[in-house]
């Protein structure tokens, strides 16, 4: 399959329908395809709706000539000028039917999600995703390791129950050495990505507007997992790839330009709208939590080699911290709404004697890019095409907080710094209560 054909566009859903809906079936989600179902339907309708206008504007010519040719002969037009009319108005009511006509297939477009790239496993849930790599050996520990909440409340650095009482539940204060730690690993990052990886570092808002979470898959479908400000068409942001994918919304740009690499370290807000009951326990899932995430506008053709190197370089800050982990490809069934290929890094957790998500790196192809309408081109004569976004988590700041705390408890209740972050901790090697 072309590169270019891995992503939904509406000529190529016509052209190729079964083939599409083929692959959308892979995501195990029967709205979606009754969705591809009504848009072939509608997208039928609407190019024989213009064909009709089409037809009606040449019978009007047709006529309009017809009177000119007559007229001047002194001949009755009347009959014709009022066939005119009544064509001009069949043409009027069947161009306000396509109009409603193109905003329900807009609408269906924005509710479908994108199709996964051939390489992706085929598979129902997370239990169907496949371990690419497993890198260094978990801690083995000869006494029963602690949870990180129960780690940070001893420590005196993380503290759950003011924070509820301050806002609510899945909130965290941070204390001392624990606010510390967040703020070197969150510098940490930033300097590995941007000196090393060739990163641009960025500072965006970290509020955007509906058209902003449009462009990244998040409105219209996801808007119960957001914060939205009373009385404002604006949102906190759920991830940095919103503000990011955004910074070039409704732009064409130049070929020479890309890839553009870019880094962001942002809070993050979240409703965690239909999470209930899970991980309701210290930093995995928070409605306010830290984030370094990276940003990635590439080549069409160039945009899975980036994909990968953008996962090398968040697995290189676990790498650092000495933490083990392992590279899983999503299946069809559990990637997300706007990727066509994900790889999640997962971390171990001692306290779960399991793996967790600390990010997740995917390429949404032009899927993004279409819905913002970022386009490049290859040279001055050259016809725009759609630029090809990927996102990062590099990494996810708590959960990464919540992984050192726990493999790197002691005995004692303690807790290791990794030699990585010590320079970023003004030396220190060990926190203690």
Known sequence: MCYNQAMLDLKYIQENFEEVKKRMATRGQPQALADLDELYHLSDELRSQVQRVQALREKRNRISEEVKKLKPQGKDVSALIEDSRKVGEEISTLEKESRELEEQLNSLLLRIPNLPHESVPVGKSSEDNVVVRSVGEPPVFNFGPQPHWDIGKNLGILDFERAAKITGSRFAV?????????????????DLHTREKGFREVIPPFIANAASLTGTGNLPKFAEDLFKLEGYDWYLIPTAEVPLTNIYRNEILEAEMLPQRLVAYTPCFRSEAGSYGKDIRGLIRQHQFNKVEMMIFSLPEKSLGELEYMTSCAEEVLKRLGLAYRVVALCTGDMGFASGKTYDLEVWMPSKQAYM????????????????????????????????TLNGSGLAVGRTVSAILENYQQADGSVLVPAALRPYMNGLEIIKA
């Open 174 to 190: 941070y204390f001392g050495a624990g606010a510390r730690l967040e703020r070197a690993l969150i510098n940490f990052m930033l």
């Open 357 to 388: 998500e600390i990010s997740s790196c995917s390429d949404c192809f032009d899927f993004q890019a279409r819905r913002a309408q970022i386009k490049f081109k290859r040279g001055a004569k050259a016809k725009p095409e759609f630029v090809h």
